[in-house]
């Protein structure tokens, strides 16, 4: 989500940068474009006087070139052989009785453009202009005259302005907008996957048996898998429990046969058969009874209540041991845990170390549950 945010807002910023700047030429333009046409009008006023002398006829009626200062200026200028500025310009009423300074190569380069117009920024004094300058050739006249018209830039800024924040708006309603979309598309798509996760923790603490195969068609196929695995380990495990018994039942019969041939025959190799016959059913039973236990722990979703185990293992030892005197307690309440693996194995655990202290400990046995740290089980059993 944060990378898609910051891809959106980069490419968002980048695209009303650009906005911007076409906004602001487009606006440049129209603005030279509007200078143009006034030099044009300008132009076509321009006329020679019976004495010779240039005058402007029909002068621009914009009501800017009549309020002084306004920035919209025009001026009509002879030009001497040399290219400078003669004295006595025809000019706007928003001039008074000053004048537009162009800098020589402004001049040049017009003398040079032959009657095109050039568009170029101008500073004069605090003003910030944008002018169009043009040398046309009066009939009958041997010298040049510059056409100057003038206009405040700011109107470009101002409007540029205006509309970099406007769309500076825009973008940030559509950043949040789209960042809002893109948290809901990731919520809301990965939605399946985070069910999917809480399905197989309930899987894994016993809860549920299998996935739920009713998901979104791209998932569908992972949820079958899984399931698949699921059923195939329960299957292995089973597998597993019935050759752990048959094995146990295979080997107890061959192992009952020797000892009962061995019994009653107390010197030599009878002795020695019935001495290794204890030990071989002592082993067998304890590696048979391992190895069940491992089968079942490797069972997804076993699990046993604690409670009643607890309850039925002091219970029944605390009837077995009172004529020895043995008071079997539990300490506190008993919590609502589970035990994840088999009832039986917390039943071997549990009831072997209480067995032994209520045998080999004497008066009092207290039994404790408690839950430990993370998914501990913490079980402990005191005697004196």
């Known amino acids: 989500m944060l990378v898609a945010a910051l891809w959106s807002l980069l490419v968002l910023a980048a695209t009303g940068w650009g906005l911007s700047a076409l906004f602001k030429r487009s606006v440049e333009q129209t603005f030279d474009r509007e200078l143009t046409a006034t030099v044009d009008a ?22 800017r070139f009549f309020r002084p ?67 046309i050739r009066l009939p009958d006249r041997q010298v040049a005259t510059l056409l100057l018209v003038t206009g405040d830039r700011s109107e470009i800024v101002e409007a540029a302005a205006r509309f970099q924040l406007t769309v500076g708006f825009s973008l940030v309603a559509l950043v949040l907008g789209l960042s809002l979309a893109i948290f809901l598309q990731v919520r809301l798509g990965l939605q399946p996957l985070r069910a999917m996760g809480e399905e197989l923790s309930d899987i894994r603490s016993g809860r549920r048996d299998q996935l739920t195969e009713a998901v979104p068609v791209e998932l569908a ?42 019994a009653g025959r107390g010197e030599g190799l009878a002795e020695v058969v019935s001495r290794q016959t204890d030990a071989m059913a002592r082993q067998v039973e304890h590696y048979l009874k391992r190895a069940s236990a491992a089968a079942r722990a490797e069972a997804l979703g076993a699990r046993a209540p604690i409670r009643p185990v607890v309850e039925d293992i002091t219970r029944t030892l605390a009837r077995l041991y009172r004529a020895e005197g043995v008071k079997l307690v539990v300490t506190g309440e008993v919590p609502d845990l589970v035990f994840r693996g088999e009832q039986e194995d917390l039943q071997d655990m549990v009831g072997n170390l209480a067995e032994n202290a209520c045998r080999y400990g004497g008066g009092l046995v207290e039994v404790g549950v408690t839950a430990g740290d993370g998914h501990r089980l913490v079980i402990q059993i005191d005697d004196d």
């Open 42 to 63: 300008l132009a076509a006023t321009v006329t020679v006087a019976p004495a010779g002398q240039m005058v402007v006829s029909r002068p621009p009626v914009d009501p």
């Open 69 to 135: 200062l306004s920035g919209r200026y025009w001026q009509a200028a002879d030009l001497e052989p040399d290219g400078s500025v003669r004295a006595g310009a025809a000019r706007s009423r928003s001039l008074f009785d000053e004048t537009v300074s162009v800098p020589d190569q402004v001049v040049r380069d017009a003398l040079s453009a032959n009657g095109t117009t050039l568009t170029l920024n101008l500073d004069r004094g605090e003003e910030r202009l944008r002018i169009a300058a043009r040398v």
């Open 221 to 262: 196929p992972l949820a079958r898998e899984i399931n698949a695995l699921i059923g195939h380990n329960q299957a292995v495990v089973e597998r597993a429990r019935t050759h752990v018994g048959n094995l146990a039942h295979a080997l107890k019969t061959p192992l009952s046969v020797l000892r009962n041939e061995a």
